[in-house]
């Protein structure tokens, strides 16, 4: 074992001890009147149910090893963060074109890392090995979400402020992409900034959570520097394409084909 | 008589419409009528900027033939109010265009120099008459100016009148939205009335 401990399971009298905390958290709340003990409890409380849950059906999805499984948790996860994207920018697409376009960004960037990480890099055998596949894919779509999802927000709320001199660009003769360029880059540039943010801390400011995850469950510090060095690599790939792709699709579907800008399309949240 | 510069029959949105209207090359139209009336909207319907049916012709080419970026090169509308998107004036113009410039500027009493300040320290009136130049440096067939001397003191009016008497006499066609009356009689040939997002004819 070369000097470490064996894992230390925390049972639930532990993990009743350690809630005592969000209970201190609710406390303070009531105290200073900040009126978030409610939430507080309810989202802790969440958090527990839905963890235990993953942790059931993750059990079971193992055991079944069966591709068809396997592909059918990867798709729900999926359909659950392109939702959150689809919802989570102050405005968003009306009708159906905004669950297509959250479910394409983030369906085809996560997929493609994910594969090429299974197939290039890690090749568990069978490849779709759930152990692997689920986890990663659950890792990645968290940040795959986050880029996404910032930059719409971005590119959305641009589009509407910066109304006027976008249709001051369309007037004297630009193109939908001439006169988007300026907020494209912009908005993508904001999705990558948490992952770019992400990398440059790690290890100094913050101890990633995979690796401390593993760390604490045992592993070698140098594998599990090893796997969360893999996943960077993967999150800062999924990041990329998930925020391009979204908001290049985001301003095919707030112009039309005569490079007109089409702000009604949007609604407020 | 040739072909018309801009012809455009039945032209309707949700909000406004249908219209149509002929215009010449070297003609002026000017349109009066209340704020809100839809004199604006109608600019917009024009230049294309605004979904729209019905059918428009320019130089008797249909637009559906035309792609959308160059029939706005070709019938440049200037809002009311311009938006500047670059820190400079001088930013807005691509290369080709600064020969052009050059030209106007000291034509709506400009100084070269204001190019190079920033947008913010332009006088409102400064911006207007620059952007009346940003909008001629594309060598609009039609232009669809929308109150282009709102902001503008006396001499400046004048010379941005002398300006587009002389754009008219080399040809270039102009929708004119105005609530000068006697701008209206300066410039234009023709003139119509906007109420309740109907236009009739009148006199300019």
Redesign the interface.
């Known amino acids: 074992m070369s000097g470490i401990a064996a894992p230390i399971q925390p049972g639930a009298v532990d993990l009743a001890v350690a809630s005592s905390l969000v209970v201190l958290n609710a406390a303070i709340s009531a105290w200073l009147g900040l009126r978030m003990q409610r939430q507080m409890l309810w989202s802790a409380l969440r958090m527990v149910v839905q963890l235990l849950l993953v942790g059931l059906v993750l059990r079971w999805v193992f055991a079944l090893a069966s591709p068809a499984a396997t592909i059918a948790v990867a798709l729900l996860m999926i359909a659950a963060a392109a939702r959150e994207v689809a919802t989570r920018p102050a405005h968003g697409l009306r009708g159906w074109a905004g669950v297509w376009l959250s479910t394409a960004s983030v369906g085809l960037s996560s997929i493609a890392t994910v594969l090429l990480a299974l197939l290039t890099v890690l090749h568990p055998t069978p490849w779709y090995e759930p152990q692997y596949a689920i986890p990663l894919i659950g890792i990645v779509l968290g940040n795959v979400l986050n880029s996404a999802s910032i930059g719409l927000d971005t590119f959305y709320g641009g589009a509407v402020n ?1 109304r ?12 939908r992409n001439e006169a988007l360029a ?1 907020l494209i880059r912009d908005s993508v540039r904001k999705g990558l900034i948490p992952i770019i943010n992400q990398m440059s801390a790690a290890g100094i400011i913050t101890l990633p959570g995979i690796m401390t995850g593993q760390i604490l469950a045992g592993m070698d510090p140098m594998d599990a520097v090893r796997y969360q060095i893999l996943l960077m690599f993967l999150l800062a790939g999924g990041s990329g394409i998930s925020v391009t792709l979204a908001v290049y699709l985001a301003a095919r579907s707030i112009t ?5 800008l ?1 702000l009604e399309r949007l609604r407020q949240r | 008589m040739g072909q018309p510069r801009l012809q455009v029959t039945q032209l309707q949105s949700p909000l406004a419409g249908p219209f149509s209207l002929t215009l010449a090359a070297g003609e002026c139209l000017t349109i009066s009528g209340p704020s809100g009336a839809g004199k604006s909207l109608l600019l917009r319907m024009l230049c294309d900027l605004d979904p729209n049916t019905g059918e428009a012709l320019l130089n008797g080419v249909p637009r559906a033939a035309i792609a959308a970026p160059a029939w706005r090169a070709a019938v440049v509308y200037q809002p009311a109010e311009a938006t500047w998107w670059l820190p400079t004036a001088a930013e807005h113009f691509k290369p080709g265009q600064m020969q052009r410039v050059m030209e106007l500027l000291p034509q709506l009493n400009l100084s070269p120099s204001l190019l190079e300040n920033e947008i913010g320290r332009l006088s409102t009136g400064e911006r207007q008459r620059m952007a009346l130049i940003r909008s001629l440096a594309c060598a609009p067939q039609v232009l669809l100016l929308d109150e282009p001397t709102a902001a503008l003191d006396p001499d400046s009016v004048a010379a941005v009148e002398a300006l587009l008497k002389k754009e008219l006499a080399a040809g270039l066609a102009l929708i004119l939205v105005t609530h000068s009356a006697a701008q209206a009689r300066t410039l234009g040939h023709r003139g119509m009335t906007m109420r309740d997002r109907t236009l009739t004819e009148s006199a300019p």
């Open positions: 910066a006027g001199a976008i249709e001051a660009q369309l007037v004297l003769g630009a193109t300026p039309d084909e005569r490079h007109r089409r």
